[in-house]
Nanobody, 120 residues
């Protein structure tokens, strides 16, 4: 069993910054990819950023230059540094990971989501 636990969501003013964290725990043999998605009210869930192990980072065009994804592989944790936030960034942010457990089968996991609200 694998769990993803997010933290860091909050209410922030336009132009402000937040840092989200997501820690994976449980039966983990290796992690192939970690990333962030978001879902705004009335909209579909969309990719924010992904960071494959040993691969290229991918950002949504709407966050390029403002958001930075990083990982601490010693802690099985992924971070999302969000700068220059604007109201359009308001959403529930979900952590995502592709993880191999002891049976070496890759599975896709989601966190429970953390609310980010950008408002004055």
């Amino acid at each position: 069993q694998v769990q993803l636990v997010e933290s860091g969501g909050d209410l922030v003013q336009p132009g402000g910054s937040l840092r989200l964290s997501c820690a994976a725990s449980g039966s983990i043999f290796s992690i192939r990819l970690m990333g962030w998605y978001r879902q705004a009210p009335g909209k579909q869930r969309e990719l924010v950023a992904t960071m494959p192990t040993g691969g290229s980072i991918n950002y949504a065009d709407s966050v390029k230059g403002r958001f930075t994804i990083s990982r601490d592989n010693t802690k099985n944790t992924v971070y999302l540094q969000m700068n220059s936030l604007n109201p359009e960034d308001t959403a529930v942010y979900y952590c995502n990971a592709m993880i191999l457990s002891d049976d070496l089968r890759p599975r896709n996991y989601w966190g429970q989501g953390t609310q980010v609200t950008v408002s004055s």
